[in-house]
């Protein structure tokens, strides 16, 4: 004879579960679409350049969300992920309840060079940049020399960090923080010239791209 007393309990518990999956599920799906319609709006580049254009190059939430008709949560979203990954710095006020952003280092670089028709960052494209930058590149030259979303760029130089053609060294900028410079490797680093044209690396690029884009665009 069935033991209700055990039973129902149990029974509560799992369609609980049930119901905290569904709506994990679907916060998580409607997070995605909230990113990706951001991204129809301004890509990161785009707001890299419009931060550059302020007359003091400095942008807060409000700005940016009633600029480009971003809810505040993706704003915010959107601006610190571009502050963690050292392209923008956080500038606040004597009480520190009011950030604004500013960029992190002045864009001081041509950012129109040559690239491959591909959609994604191929190796040559990597190797050409670095020589372009002198050799150390930062989150924001990739972001305005290839026009890619942060969340690809990040995936494809942690592959390349993965296949050892680079290195991820970390410039103090104070005492409390860091900006992140990326490096090659050798024999890259000496002879960028003889690596320029390898297929398997690229293969493997374009499917990192065509997995990440899928999340955001």
């Known amino acids: 004879m069935m ?18 999956t569904l709506i994990i599920i679907y916060g998580v799906k409607s997070f995605q679409k909230a990113v990706k319609a951001s991204y129809d709006k301004i890509s990161d580049r ?8 302020q007359p003091d190059k400095v942008v807060d939430k409000k700005l940016v969300a009633r600029t480009f008709g971003l ?3 993706m704003t915010s979203s959107r601006l610190s992920s571009l502050h963690h990954n050292g392209v923008l710095s956080v500038l606040t006020n004597k009480s520190m309840t009011s950030y604004s952003y500013t960029l992190s280092k002045p864009i001081d670089k041509s950012y129109n060079i040559d690239l491959s028709q591909e959609p994604f960052m191929t190796l040559e494209d990597l190797l050409n940049i670095f020589k372009h930058c002198d050799y150390k590149v930062s989150m924001q030259e990739l972001i305005l020399i290839t026009g890619l979303p942060l969340k690809v760029i990040k995936r494809e130089m942690k592959y ?16 409390y923080s ?11 680093r000496s002879n960028p010239d003889a690596f320029l044209k390898l297929e398997n690396t690229n293969f493997e690029l374009r499917e990192i791209y065509e997995k990440v884009i899928g999340e955001i665009v």
Do not use: C, H
């Open 46 to 53: 785009d707001l890299v350049l419009f931060i550059d254009k």
């Open 160 to 175: 390349f960090e993965k296949e050892n053609i680079i290195k991820i060294m970390l410039k103090a900028k104070n005492d």
């Open 3 to 20: 033991n209700w007393n055990i039973l129902l309990p149990i029974a509560i518990v799992g369609v609980s579960l049930i119901v905290m």
């Open 178 to 188: 860091y900006q992140r410079v990326y490096m090659l490797n050798e024999p890259y």
């Open 71 to 73: 809810s505040k949560t």
